[in-house]
């Protein structure tokens, strides 16, 4: 007895798996379309390079532009803004209150964090406006005439006529 028999007879019911496996190969060939249609690949590509593209920013934030927004302010750092919410205790650094256990309101890592955001729409923003910006249109060659005006009727016919279509004039 053949696997196909006996998982026939396992589920008690007549499956015509001739049908099945031709739905299957359908399916698998409708995903294999999908999967390497341009447009799939295109956004996987784009999901890919913005990833490195954050991270790119985000290390410009945290490694050059929060420093230099902090010397601007009196060295002020900005991981280190917090609030402590719970106790009446007082901490220098971000990292001493919670490794204490303290909750806290960390709002320089939400400035940090909103520079971040506003550096990459800058940069999307600049990216969308150079590839949406009409290009130069080259000039085209003006098309060639092919139609003239009857000089009686003043209606348009083709410019190898010698007789008007609708007046009939004979032309020069």
């Known amino acids: 007895m053949s696997k196909k028999e006996k998982i026939k007879e396992a589920l008690n019911k007549d499956v015509d798996f001739k049908a099945v496996g031709g739905k299957t190969k359908g399916f698998i060939s409708e995903f294999k379309d999908f999967a390497t249609k341009g447009n799939l690949i295109d956004m996987a590509i784009g999901v890919v390079v913005g990833g490195a593209f954050g991270k790119i920013t985000t290390s410009l934030v945290n490694d050059i532009i929060m420093p230099l927004i902090s010397l601007a302010t009196g060295k ?65 060659a003006p098309a060639p005439v092919t139609t003239k005006e009857c000089p009686f009727c003043k209606t348009e016919i083709h410019i190898d006529a010698t007789r008007c279509p609708h007046c009939t004039s004979e032309l020069e």
């Open 76 to 140: 002020i750092d900005f991981t280190n803004l917090f609030v402590v919410l719970s106790g009446d205790e007082t901490y220098t650094t971000l990292a001493e209150a919670q490794e204490a256990g303290a909750v806290t309101l960390n709002y320089g890592n939400l400035i940090t964090v909103i520079i971040d955001f506003l550096l990459i729409a800058l940069c999307i923003f600049i990216v969308m406006k150079k590839i949406l910006a009409p290009k130069k249109k080259v000039e085209e």
